[in-house]
C-alpha cells in the first residue's frame, strides 16, 4: 500500500533557507491534503492543508503547493528555523460521505542547521 | 488552544490481557478517529466515529478492537486479547466533522502499548 509516497526520508537545510518536503499520491479520489509534524514521543500536530480545489495554500513561513495533473505536493517552509526540525507527514483522504480516513505518507526528517 | 488528550502515556501489558486506551476528543469535535503507528512504519488508520457508531474501519480493526463512547467526553479503544503485533504508538484524533470535504484532524499525544 503505496498511496502516499514520501520518497525522502531525511533533509538537512541551513536555518535562514528554504526548506521543501515533496509528496507523491497515486489515488486520483483524494481530494484533500495535509501536512502534519511530529516530534518524537509525540502526536502528529497539524500544520497545513489544500483542497484539490486549490494550488497553493499559504500560513506565514508554510506554503502548499498542489500539482493535480502531477498527483504532486510539496511543503515549503521559509525561512527555515532550527524549531522546524523535526519529523513531516503528508496525508489524504478522499471525501465519500462518512469516510475520512486520512493515509499517511512515510514521513521526511527535516534538521535545520544553525 | 483545545487540544485531544490520551491516558495513560505508556501501558505496559501481558499477552492475552485486555487493555483500554482513553481520549479526550476535543470538546465541539463531532468524529473521532483512532490510529496507530508500529515502530518504524506509517501512521495506520484503525477506525472512525461518529453519532455513537463507527462510521468506517479499516481491515486492522478487527473483532479483537471494539472503541466506545462512554459518556460526553471519552472516546476509548479497548484490544480484548493483546497480541505482540499490537505494540505500538496508539493516537487519538478528533474533527469537527462539519467542513465536508476538508474537515482537518486533531491528533493526541498518544498512548505507547507494549505488550510483552
Known amino acids: 500500500d503505496q498511496q502516499v509516497k514520501q520518497n525522502s526520508p531525511s533533509l538537512s537545510v541551513q536555518e535562514g533557507r528554504i526548506s521543501i518536503l515533496n509528496c507523491d499520491y497515486t489515488n486520483s479520489m483524494f481530494d484533500y491534503f495535509l501536512w502534519y509534524k511530529k516530534y518524537p514521543a509525540e502526536g502528529p500536530t497539524f500544520l497545513i492543508s489544500i483542497s484539490s480545489i486549490k494550488d497553493k495554500n499559504e500560513d506565514g513561513r508554510f506554503t502548499v503547493f498542489l500539482n493535480k495533473s502531477a498527483k504532486h505536493l510539496s511543503l515549503h517552509i521559509v525561512p527555515s528555523q532550527p524549531g522546524d526540525s523535526a519529523v513531516y507527514f503528508c496525508?489524504?483522504?478522499?471525501?465519500?460521505?462518512?469516510?475520512?480516513?486520512?493515509?499517511f505518507g512515510s514521513g521526511t526528517q527535516l534538521t535545520v542547521l544553525p | 488552544e483545545p487540544e485531544v488528550t490520551q491516558t495513560p502515556s505508556h501501558q505496559v501489558t501481558q499477552m492475552g490481557q485486555e487493555v483500554i486506551l482513553r481520549c479526550v476528543p476535543i470538546?465541539?469535535?463531532?468524529?473521532f478517529y483512532w490510529y496507530r503507528q508500529i515502530l518504524g512504519q506509517k501512521v495506520e488508520f484503525l477506525v472512525s466515529?461518529?453519532?455513537?457508531?463507527?462510521?468506517?474501519k479499516s481491515e486492522i480493526f478487527d473483532d479483537q478492537f471494539s472503541v466506545e463512547r462512554p459518556d460526553g467526553s471519552n472516546f476509548t479503544l479497548k484490544i480484548r486479547s493483546t497480541k505482540l503485533e499490537d505494540s505500538a504508538m496508539y493516537f487519538c484524533?478528533?474533527?469537527?466533522?462539519?467542513?465536508?470535504?476538508?474537515?482537518?484532524?486533531?491528533f493526541g499525544p498518544g498512548t505507547r502499548l507494549t505488550v510483552l
Open positions: 466515529f461518529y453519532n455513537n457508531e463507527i462510521s468506517e
Open positions: 484524533a478528533s474533527s469537527e466533522g462539519t467542513g465536508g470535504r476538508t474537515d482537518t484532524q486533531y
Open positions: 496525508a489524504a483522504h478522499a471525501f465519500s460521505g462518512s469516510a475520512r480516513q486520512l493515509t
Open positions: 470538546s465541539n469535535h463531532l468524529y
